[in-house]
């Protein structure tokens, strides 16, 4: 027997699995990204990049598992990871640009998170990267929502 | 069975991605120091350092010390024997890098009993006495003067030694020193000019050997 054609259903699947896997790495390379800036860098994270951590690192594990075998399922237990996530990001974001200001920023102690600490190409700071990731990752799972449901 | 694979292979990939990116950001950092000990070579060692050992001794340790450090307490008897073990071939140069809170006070109390010839028995009896004087990685002057005694010490002088401001220079150089170096953390080594690749006793056993080697061809 030969494989003609793929059944409708079972492509949709196979997108729906490449999305997911998307997701993953983007929080995986977030994952490796945030231990090289503290472990190998030796940077201090900031009390707003540790909660995004809290979002991210997760990410990385429970992802993989709605891979093998594939369960679309995942997408419930990881969208709140990755919208929350996002939020804080956002809330960082905002306080870099100055829009929140700097007495409401929850951390007084340590390192403030209002500090810049690494910039590339003039505009690319680690909120930014975040967030990008946070949103993408958003983006991709909400995909794979909607593949499910058609 | 091919997105195992697909699976497998990025995972790996990221991996390898991140441990090549820390070892060249590590050695980049290596590069970076070895160059900097090397363009500030006056920064090392200074004339009012306090040294220990034959001075013409082909190999020179200098060594940033913090006297409330736990680390620069374990690692002080283990100079000593490396000392002990090639006698008049290694000199031990300290600087002063008092990163814990309060411990610019006690390097005022080492350079005060140097004034009286016994910078070397304070620091060991200090060192020792370490945990006492030292609670929570915070210096405190008071709890010291009680662990000085049987020394021979003219405390007295020694307290109004310590605001000198010949010693609070000796203090502000070694700082100012520390920071050209990039020295960050205590203990810090120089051997021969050259920092420590990586930090641990053994690297530095290591660079002391190779140095010990080279002298004696």
Same mark, same amino acid.
């Given at each position: 027997?030969?494989?003609?054609?793929? +059944?409708?259903?079972?492509?949709?699947?196979?997108?729906?699995?490449?999305?997911?896997?998307?997701?993953w790495l983007i929080a995986s390379v977030s994952t490796l990204g945030a231990l090289f800036f503290g472990e190998v860098m030796h940077l201090p +994270?900031?009390?707003?990049?540790?909660?995004?951590?809290? !979002?991210? !690192? +997760?990410?990385?594990l429970i992802l993989p598992m709605g891979l093998f075998p594939f369960d679309r399922k995942v997408v419930r237990y990881a969208l709140p990871l990755a919208v929350l996530g996002g939020l804080f990001a956002a809330f960082h974001l905002l306080l870099l640009a100055g829009v929140i200001p700097e007495n409401v920023q929850p951390c007084t102690q340590g390192v403030p998170c209002s500090e810049t600490v690494i910039e590339w190409f003039g505009f690319v700071t680690i909120p930014l990267l975040s967030a990008a990731a946070f949103s993408i990752i958003t983006a991709l799972l909400i995909a794979t929502h909607l593949r499910g449901s058609k | 069975m091919k997105q195992k694979t697909l699976f497998i292979v990025a995972a790996v990939v990221l991996l390898l991605a991140f441990l090549g990116g820390a070892l060249a950001y590590k050695g980049e950092k290596r590069d970076q120091s070895a160059q900097l000990a090397d363009l500030n070579r006056e920064a090392l060692v200074r004339m009012h350092s306090p040294t220990l050992g034959k001075a013409d001794a082909p190999v020179a340790i200098v060594e940033f010390l913090d006297p409330a450090c736990e680390t620069c307490r374990a690692f002080y008897p283990r100079v000593k024997e490396m000392m002990a073990a090639n006698p008049d071939q290694i000199r031990l140069v300290l600087r002063y890098a008092?990163?814990?809170?309060?411990?610019?006070?006690?390097?005022?109390?080492?350079?005060?009993?140097?004034?009286?010839?016994?910078?070397?028995?304070?620091?060991?009896?200090?060192?020792? *006495?370490?945990?006492?004087? *030292?609670?929570?990685h915070t210096a405190q002057t008071d709890l010291v003067w009680k662990h000085l005694e049987g020394?021979?010490?003219?405390?007295?002088? $020694?307290?109004?030694? $310590?605001?000198s401001?010949?010693? *609070?220079?000796?203090?502000?150089?070694?700082?100012?020193? *520390?920071?050209t170096l990039n020295v960050t953390k205590t203990p810090e080594f120089f051997v021969n000019g050259k920092p420590l690749p990586s930090f641990g006793?053994?690297?530095?056993?290591?660079?002391?050997?190779?140095?010990?080697?080279s002298a004696q061809r």
């Open positions: 027997m030969t494989v003609m054609e793929l +059944p409708a259903r079972t492509r949709n699947e196979s997108t729906a699995w490449m999305l997911v896997f998307g997701a +994270p900031c009390v707003l990049c540790w909660y995004q951590r809290i !979002f991210m !690192f +997760p990410l990385a | 008092p990163f814990h809170e309060g411990s610019d006070k006690l390097v005022a109390v080492l350079e005060a009993a140097r004034k009286q010839g016994k910078f070397w028995p304070v620091l060991e009896a200090l060192l020792t *006495a370490q945990a006492d004087w *030292a609670p929570n020394l021979g010490l003219d405390l007295a002088k $020694m307290q109004a030694d $310590m605001n401001p010949e010693i *609070a220079s000796v203090i502000a150089q070694d700082i100012e020193d *520390a920071r006793y053994e690297q530095l056993k290591a660079l002391v050997d190779e140095a010990l080697l």
